[in-house]
């Protein structure tokens, strides 16, 4: 079966550890990073933190809405955190490398998801990838920005 993947990396300026922290944070953190109108309410059925948390949302794409409900593991703890749907076969991974003796951090998210058949499939290809990437490159802003916001909230430099 053809795999359609599709990812985006940015470098913050802030620890892995602080990054990870709010990307495994499915009640706060997570929520405050996803960008709107891209994905709507995210609802915790199980855990909240890191592996074994149970996820619900929406996902509007090209004005489709569709749900999502997935499962989170860590695969490696504080670097890799995956949220797998098993409904739909697609998988999301959150990448964490540290840079620069640990003061900086590339983030990437990439999804793999199974193409359709046929022409179909070939749509996807050439739709899905650009389409996400923006979605993601948007989701890597909002964390960038939501670690200065809560750098600044602490009185801590990043």
Not at 64 to 80: I, K
Not at 111 to 124: F, H, Q
């Amino acid at each position: 079966m053809r795999q359609i993947h599709a990812e985006a990396s940015d470098v913050i300026d802030a620890r892995p550890e602080e990054i990870y922290a709010i990307l495994s944070d499915y009640r706060v953190g997570h929520p405050a990073i996803l960008p709107k109108p891209d994905f709507t309410d995210l609802t915790v059925e199980q855990g909240g933190q890191g592996a074994g948390t149970v996820i619900r949302f929406g996902m509007n794409v090209m004005g489709v809405q569709r749900m999502y409900r997935g499962v989170v593991s860590e695969p490696q703890p504080g670097r890799v955190l995956v949220e797998a749907y098993p409904e739909t076969g697609v998988v999301t991974t959150f990448t964490v490398e540290p840079l620069n003796a640990g003061q900086h951090a590339r983030v990437t998210i990439a999804t793999d998801v199974k193409a359709s058949p046929g022409v179909m499939g070939l749509m996807e290809k050439m739709m899905n990838p650009p389409i996400l990437r923006r979605i993601f490159q948007k989701e890597l802003r909002q964390l960038a920005d939501y670690v200065r916001s809560q750098s600044a909230s602490s009185g801590r430099a990043i």
